[in-house]
């Protein structure tokens, strides 16, 4: 089970195209595993300070299947590596909506923190996966 290898090679792909799109193409692809009006909620209660359980619950990410995280992870994980570094969580908000702010060194921080186990300072997809159950259960 999981992700098709067709479709886990598009989504990689993905990272290959030409910077001049920006994060247009990715934002694309995110509204096709989330919804264009969730997404817009969620980065509206990020403009001024950003909280991934909040994110991600709002944005509907914490409702979806393991599939479809492991294709947002794929998104997000911009060059392919197997990992989401800080300067890839940076940009994390621009990967949903292009105008979106980039996040502080502090917000980037604090989701490598929350999870991560390894102490290798980024986030694999098991890390964010946990990112997504803890936004699905905030106090636990």
């Known amino acids: 089970s999981?992700?098709?290898q067709p479709r886990l090679f598009h989504l990689l792909s993905l990272s290959l195209e030409d910077e001049e799109e920006g994060h247009s193409?990715?934002?694309m692809k995110i509204t096709e595993i989330l919804g264009a009006g969730d997404i817009s909620k969620a980065i509206e209660q990020c403009k001024e300070s950003f909280t991934f359980t909040k994110f991600f619950k709002t944005s509907g990410l914490?409702?979806?299947s393991?599939?479809?995280v492991k294709e947002v992870f794929a998104i997000l994980d911009q060059?392919?590596?197997g990992y989401i570094d800080k300067?890839?969580?940076k940009s994390f908000l621009k990967y949903f909506s292009p105008d979106a702010r980039l996040l502080s060194d502090e917000e980037a921080e604090s989701m490598v923190s929350a999870v991560d186990n390894d102490g290798d300072r980024k986030i694999k997809y098991q890390?964010?996966?946990q990112l997504v159950l803890m936004s699905k259960n905030?106090?636990?």
Request: charged share 30%; proline share 4%; hydrophobic share 25%.
């Open 2 to 4: 999981g992700i098709s």
């Open 25 to 27: 193409s990715f934002t």
């Open 62 to 64: 914490s409702s979806k």
């Open 66 to 68: 393991a599939d479809e």
């Open 79 to 81: 060059d392919g590596s």
């Open 87 to 89: 300067s890839e969580l």
């Open 127 to 129: 890390e964010f996966q």
């Open 138 to 140: 905030p106090e636990a």
